[in-house]
């Protein structure tokens, strides 16, 4: 079982930008420019104001990102095109990015996951991620946010609400709460030994509708780029 206490004084950290080159819903959205800045500059601009992240990497197998990224400044860690499918997941991203650091001598504490797909993410929230996992909240933390939305299934041409008799009127609702790809945290010990972010007690980082931005496809797109138009840059 892993230990689930509060880390070390000076704990390691380590965020991971995953950036492949492969996009269905908007091609290469990763460095399409959004109101004149390739998308995942946003995320490293955030990222790189916050002092307790030791290194910040972008794992691509993807040239251009690259370029992009190491003229940034940043770190690229070349990712096989194996980990690059549609298939792969976030953690095997993760676990081969910790290998090849490992190899150069580094080991961390913590990993964060910070999607450049969502560019209106706050220091304040990426430093509270790292705040619940360094303090013993849990051994991984992800964002969620809030919603009155009535969820339920579509089966054969029918709605099937997940809670029977929810009233009617939204202000009335208890909210649910949808798990949002701001950020996520997790001990590199939990990762290591079991594979996956998920755990039975996941600690969740509640965020505002802004920060829970999630850029997929060209509406997303469109919109995010209005916001940040209206609103600067939305932190």
Same mark, same amino acid.
């Given at each position: ?14 965020? !991971? @930008?995953?950036?492949? +080159?492969?996009?269905?819903? !908007? ?12 998308? =995942?500059?946003? $995320?490293?601009?955030?990222? &790189? $104001? ?6 910040? /990497?972008? &794992? ?8 992009? /990224?190491?003229d940034y400044g940043v770190k690229v860690i070349q990712r096989p095109s194996e980990l690059a499918l549609d298939t792969s997941t976030?953690? *095997? @991203?993760?676990?081969?990015? %910790?290998?090849? %650091?490992?190899?150069?001598g580094k080991e961390y504490d913590v990993v964060l996951v910070l999607e450049p797909t969502s560019p209106l993410r706050s220091d304040?929230? =990426? ?5 619940? @996992? /360094?303090?013993? !909240?849990?051994?991984? *933390? #992800? ?13 054969? +041409?029918?709605?099937?609400? !997940? ?8 202000? #009335?609702?208890?909210?649910?709460? =949808?798990?949002?790809? $701001? ?7 939990? #990762? ?10 996941? +600690? ?12 997929? $496809?060209?509406?997303?797109? %469109?919109? *995010? ?8 840059? +939305?932190?």
């Amino acid at each position: 079982m892993v230990d689930s206490s509060s880390l070390s004084s000076n704990p390691r950290i380590l965020a !991971v @930008v995953p950036a492949r +080159g492969g996009s269905k819903g !908007v091609p290469r959205k990763n460095i399409r420019l959004l109101n004149g800045k390739p998308l =995942i500059i946003y $995320t490293l601009d955030t990222a &790189s $104001t916050i002092d307790t992240i030791d290194t910040l /990497v972008v &794992s691509t197998d993807d040239d251009k990102i690259a370029k992009i /990224v190491e003229d940034y400044g940043v770190k690229v860690i070349q990712r096989p095109s194996e980990l690059a499918l549609d298939t792969s997941t976030t953690e *095997v @991203v993760l676990l081969h990015a %910790l290998e090849v %650091l490992k190899e150069e001598g580094k080991e961390y504490d913590v990993v964060l996951v910070l999607e450049p797909t969502s560019p209106l993410r706050s220091d304040k929230t =990426i430093e509270k991620a790292i705040s619940m @996992v /360094v303090n013993g !909240v849990a051994e991984s *933390v #992800l964002s969620v946010r809030k919603t009155w939305e009535n969820i339920g299934y579509y089966e054969s +041409g029918f709605f099937r609400p !997940v809670l029977q008799n929810a009233p009617r009127r939204r202000q #009335l609702r208890d909210p649910f709460y =949808i798990e949002s790809s $701001t950020i996520y945290a997790v001990k590199t010990s939990w #990762l290591m030994n079991t594979g996956t972010l998920v755990c039975k007690d996941w +600690g969740a980082l509640v965020v505002n509708d802004i920060e829970a931005s999630d850029i997929n $496809t060209e509406g997303d797109f %469109l919109f *995010v780029e209005y916001l940040i138009k209206k609103i600067g840059n +939305g932190k």
